[in-house]
């Protein structure tokens, strides 16, 4: 079975260009979370959603963050403008709603972002 | 503001030794994760721990939930260099609340 994906794998920008990172659950996943990783800051939760509704935003950093889940199997995290300081690796997991494993987070490969 | 504080922060060992991380907070979760992390990808779930002193064993991995349900540790037996990685603990509160508190990670290098 195929897990989380996301795209691109990494990103190199320059401040104030538009940057939209995508991601792909696992099949069946009701859960959805953004996830930005530094070494000074650990990983951070964003936002998550649960069946395409964002659940708790309190981590998105400002309003030149937004996430969006059109549907079950696809989300995006954009940020504009970019800045030097948003420079991380953004990763994306999913959760399923039943089950053994529901406390589990399945992790994509993340997203390195550059931003000059 | 609840956190999760690991230490050390880094560690290199050599192949064959014993090692412990740890886990603790002030807080008390309802269930404790550890993920390891390698370079390039996403973290994956290694155990979850529920109960206050559950001991849990994943081949040379032992994972021990506190009494009290606010820390945790990790002892690995005979480290092997596949070991290397980084290992996450993160707590989850009681309820449907999906979300995760992480710690910083312990950063662990097995040399041959």
Redesign the interface.
């Known amino acids: 079975d195929a897990g ?1 994906i996301q795209s691109p794998r990494h990103e190199v920008t320059e401040m104030g260009q538009e940057v939209t990172l995508r991601c792909k659950p696992i099949s069946g996943h009701d ?1 959805l ?1 953004w996830y930005r990783q530094t070494m000074m ?5 964003l936002i ?1 959603f ?1 069946n395409n509704v964002p ?2 935003d309190s981590g998105m950093p400002e309003d030149r963050f937004s996430a969006k889940m059109p549907n079950a199997s696809f989300s995006t995290l954009k940020i504009q403008p970019s800045e030097p300081r948003d420079s991380a690796v953004y ?1 994306c ?1 999913s ?1 399923p709603r039943e089950g053994w494993d529901t ?8 997203t390195r972002l550059t931003v000059l | 503001t609840q956190l999760l504080e690991q230490s050390p922060q880094f560690l290199s060992i050599q192949e064959g030794e014993n090692l412990t991380v740890y886990c603790n907070s002030s807080s008390v979760f309802s269930s404790l994760q550890w993920y390891r992390q390698e370079p390039g990808e996403g973290p994956v779930l290694l155990v979850t721990v529920v109960t206050g002193g559950e001991v849990k064993k994943l081949k040379r991995l032992t994972f021990q939930f506190g009494d009290a349900r606010k820390d945790s540790s990790l002892h690995i037996t005979a480290a092997q260099p596949g070991d290397t990685g980084l290992y996450l603990c993160a707590g989850k509160n009681a309820g449907n609340n999906r979300k995760l508190i992480w710690g910083l990670g312990t950063s662990l290098a097995v040399n041959p």
Do not use: H, K, M
């Open positions: 989380v859960y979370f800051r650990g990983l951070e939760l998550y649960n659940i708790d990763f997991a959760s406390d589990t987070q399945y992790f994509g490969p993340g």
